[in-house]
């Protein structure tokens, strides 16, 4: 059974930067890898997403810019560099994979950005 968990969050003051990082437990190829997050009250958004053998990136409107990800195929890692984070990117972080129809999930991270 595939799992990913998800390390790195914590609390940062508005400005600060926090890199998440995210491990699978096998050593399958993943299309795609991505974070999501939701924060209380809303929605789970997608932050960003990286097309695993190309490289190719996305990112949400409201990170384009402070956020980058990138990833270790080797290591089955995908990693999310925050920079510039304010109080609205306060949210449980989620890492996501996908291979094929199959997409997996961590159990979250909480990030919270408050001075």
């Known amino acids: 059974q595939v799992q990913l968990v998800e390390s790195g969050g914590g609390l940062v003051q508005p400005g600060g930067s926090l890199r998440l990082s995210c491990v699978a437990n096998s050593g399958i190829i993943f299309n795609s890898m991505a974070w999501h997050r939701q924060a209380p009250g809303k929605q789970r958004e997608a932050v960003a997403i990286?097309?695993?053998?190309?490289?190719?990136?996305r990112y949400g409107d409201g990170v384009k810019g402070r956020f980058a990800i990138s990833r270790d195929n080797a290591k089955s890692m995908v990693y999310l560099q925050m920079n510039s984070l304010k109080p609205e990117d306060t949210a449980v972080y989620f890492c996501?994979?996908?291979?094929?129809?199959?997409?997996?999930w961590g159990q979250g991270i909480q990030v919270t950005v408050s001075s």
């Open positions: 996501n994979a996908v291979r094929t129809v199959h997409s997996y």
């Open positions: 990286i097309i695993t053998d190309r490289g190719v990136t």
